[in-house]
């Protein structure tokens, strides 16, 4: 969500600046920030703190922080920060060109947190050349799970027009894009609140039928409303890519109850287990919070053994992280911080010996691959995505970045696989 809202701030702005890799050539530095853990927060400080050099040499590059820590902190901001120009919030975004105008005609220091119940005017255009894109389709969220920040930072949920959907996604495939991820914090409620009747599988229907997706995803679906229609639709869409994120969050049903989750361990692993059915193989990811206030040893045991029965293929997991405005902060029974530290390297071993399980049950079958472009290890590798979302690097020729091509799995690591590019 945080890589749609800087792409579309440069899409924004495009008119009157361009993108610079180096930042001692710009004349705007925009900070986008995520405020879902108190670590984010710290580190926007700490680039602002080692920005000062660089603003006192170019006084003239206008300083920004937007998203969600500009969201909750406003104008705290300017004044922890004194060499900072402007601060706005997550819907500010769309307002960016008449703030800098302003900023520069004023030379006031500017606040612009200002939240609406509509649906911002969402730019809708891709950055040119790309393959992947991420479509926002609904924005904020109504479910004020204890622990999470998200709805008092975003906003009440809103589900963007199909027909807005659409045309971005096609627009996108004219130029030359192959592969869409739709982002929502909650995908399976989208259409909620908007006028004629669809449901969130009826669109990936419309945007399955497209020509020149190649692949579809979408992120994140709440384990509470996933629907049978939708798990349907990864037997039927053929784009729908064979994964699902499935943040589960905790194996314990006092600590899911007292999330406000609203499922207990054993729905959860009632859909997985429908999911395999409809879709054989299908990919599994999930997050998981550990140190949730009250969560004992035997909780988070659950939590450990959920992982086992569930076999994720893939897991994100947080120390929890108390956040302001939210129920869960104010909650007695907080975890000691060595607890946490202790419980985070145990379901990380876990999940570390589930991750290479599910690589290696890829060894010896042939894949797709979507090139992406160079390995990050071995920048002499191609390397791309199978539609299960495992990562896969091989040799090939650099001209195959952009397309589909299809490779026998040879090796399984840890965080990827090897694999030979197969010759027909
Ligand atoms: N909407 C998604 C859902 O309901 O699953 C998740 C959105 S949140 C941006 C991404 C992940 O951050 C969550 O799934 C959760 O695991 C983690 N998270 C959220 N609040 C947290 C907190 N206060 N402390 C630690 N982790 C947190
Ligand atoms: Fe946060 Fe996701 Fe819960 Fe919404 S559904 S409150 S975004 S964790």
């Known amino acids: 969500m945080n890589v749609y809202d800087s792409e579309q701030m440069a899409l924004i702005l495009g008119q009157d600046y361009e993108l610079t890799e180096r930042a001692e050539d710009a004349d705007l530095y925009l900070i986008n920030t995520c405020s879902i853990r108190r670590k984010s927060e710290e580190k926007v400080l700490s680039l602002l703190g080692r920005l000062k050099t660089l603003k006192q040499e170019r006084p003239q590059m206008l300083l920004g922080v937007g998203g969600c820590v500009a969201q909750q902190e406003g104008a705290r901001l300017l004044h922890k920060v004194p060499h900072l120009d402007l601060v706005f919030g997550t819907q500010g975004v769309y307002r960016l060109p008449e703030l800098l105008r302003r900023r520069r005609e004023t030379n006031r220091r500017l606040v612009d947190t200002a939240f609406s119940p509509e649906l911002p005017n969402i730019c809708g255009q891709s950055l040119p050349g790309a393959l992947q894109k991420f479509v926002t389709i609904m924005q904020g969220c109504d479910n004020y799970c204890t622990y999470c920040v998200v709805p008092y930072v975003r906003g009440p949920e809103r589900s963007r027009p199909v027909a807005d959907i659409v045309r971005e996604v096609e627009v996108f495939l004219g130029q030359g894009g192959r592969e869409v991820t739709l982002l929502g914090q909650n995908v399976n409620s989208y259409g909620r609140g908007l006028a004629g009747e669809i449901t969130f599988p009826a669109l990936l229907g419309r945007l399955a039928e497209l020509p020149g997706l190649a692949r579809l995803r979408f992120t994140t ?64 990811s999930t997050d998981l ?50 607890v946490k530290t202790e419980r985070l390297a145990r379901l990380k071993e876990v999940q ?30 191609l390397s791309g995505r199978l539609r299960s979302n495992h990562v896969v690097n091989f040799d090939g020729p650099q001209e195959l970045i952009g397309q589909m091509v299809r490779v026998r799995i040879k090796r399984a690591y840890l965080h990827s696989l090897g694999a030979l590019l197969c010759e027909d």
């Open 221 to 284: 679906s709440h384990p509470r409303d996933l629907s049978e229609e939708l798990i349907r639709g990864f037997a039927e869409l053929p784009p729908l890519c064979e994964h699902i994120h499935l943040p589960v969050q905790s194996g314990a049903n006092q600590i899911l109850a007292r999330m406000h989750r609203g499922y207990r361990r054993e729905d959860y692993l009632e859909r997985v287990s429908r999911l395999r059915e409809a879709c054989p193989g299908i990919a599994l």
């Open 352 to 381: 570390e010996q589930l991750s290479l399980a599910s690589n290696q049950r890829l060894l010896g079958e042939v894949r797709e691959v979507l090139v992406e472009g160079f390995s990050k290890l071995e920048n002499t590798q």
């Open 289 to 338: 919070i550990v140190g949730f206030p009250g969560e004992t040893e035997s909780d988070f045991q659950d939590t450990l053994r959920l992982m086992q029965e569930a076999a994720f293929d893939g897991a994100f997991f947080f120390k929890y992280s108390p956040r302001p405005q939210t129920a869960a902060a104010a909650f007695p029974d907080q975890v000691p911080e060595s």
